[in-house]
T-cell receptor, first 111, second 114 residues
Framework: KQEVTQIPAALSVPEGENLVLNCSFT??????LQWFRQDPGKGLTSLLL?????REQTSGRLNASLDKSSGRSTLYIAASQPGDSATYLC??????????FGTGTSLTVIP | EPEVTQTPSHQVTQMGQEVILRCVPI?????FYWYRQILGQKVEFLVS????????KSEIFDDQFSVERPDGSNFTLKIRSTKLEDSAMYFC????????????FGEGSRLTVL
């Protein structure tokens, strides 16, 4: 069964800092990987989708990379802002058409 | 921007009662999903639905759960006889394509079973 791990579990950084969130998965047979943001008590907002054939995707200050063979993805956030404070989840879509989620990284950006 | 809409946002029910959670998918999406998140735990897959039938389901999705699309727009999750451990946030998600499509989530329905 696919296992998804996110490190660190929590991260606190001063405003303006660049940061990297890590996601690893055990089964490299995936269709795609998606990064989400979750605010407390809210739903999941899609940030970036990387297909299995792609190496990276960019949206604004966010850049996600995928190394399928090593089972790793990173989410890079440039010039962090207090509004970036949230929990960031990665999810991989494998066989069986179901996403497997990590437990998330709780990010706090200090003004 | 198109969005997935879920109702109710919060429901409190007594153990043993039936609950129906509703979702209005993004209009041109064909693949529908229910996930749940118990407080402090991972988001877990429950079931996927395509072409008016279940495509896949997890071991969580037992006989107490059912899904349907009764009127071509709403997508519902029914829990026949709720248990305390069913308390969770239930998320509906939809996608335009099966294996390559981006997954869009609703805001969730918080279920509290007393």
């Amino acid at each position: 069964k696919q296992e998804v791990t996110q490190i660190p579990a929590a991260l606190s950084v001063p405003e303006g800092e660049n940061l990297v969130l890590n996601c690893s998965f055990t089964d490299s047979a995936i269709y795609n990987l998606q990064w989400f943001r979750q605010d407390p008590g809210k739903g999941l907002t899609s940030l970036l989708l990387i297909q299995s054939s792609q190496r990276e995707q960019t949206s604004g200050r966010l850049n996600a990379s995928l190394d399928k063979s090593s089972g790793r993805s990173t989410l890079y956030i440039a010039a962090s802002q207090p509004g970036d404070s949230a929990t960031y989840l990665c999810a991989v879509l494998g066989t069986g058409n179901q996403f497997y989620f990590g437990t998330g990284t709780s990010l706090t950006v200090i003004p | 921007e198109p969005e997935v809409t879920q109702t109710p946002s919060h429901q409190v029910t007594q153990m043993g009662q039936e609950v129906i959670l509703r979702c209005v998918p993004i209009s041109n999406h064909l693949y529908f999903y229910w996930y749940r998140q118990i407080l402090g735990q991972k988001v877990e897959f429950l079931v996927s639905f395509y072409n008016n039938e279940i495509s896949e389901k997890s071991e969580i999705f037992d006989d107490q759960f059912s899904v349907e699309r009764p009127d071509g727009s709403n997508f519902t999750l029914k829990i026949r006889s709720t248990k305390l451990e069913d308390s969770a946030m239930y998320f509906c998600a939809t996608a335009g394509q099966r294996n390559t499509g981006e997954l869009f989530f609703g805001e969730g329905s918080r279920l509290t079973v007393l």
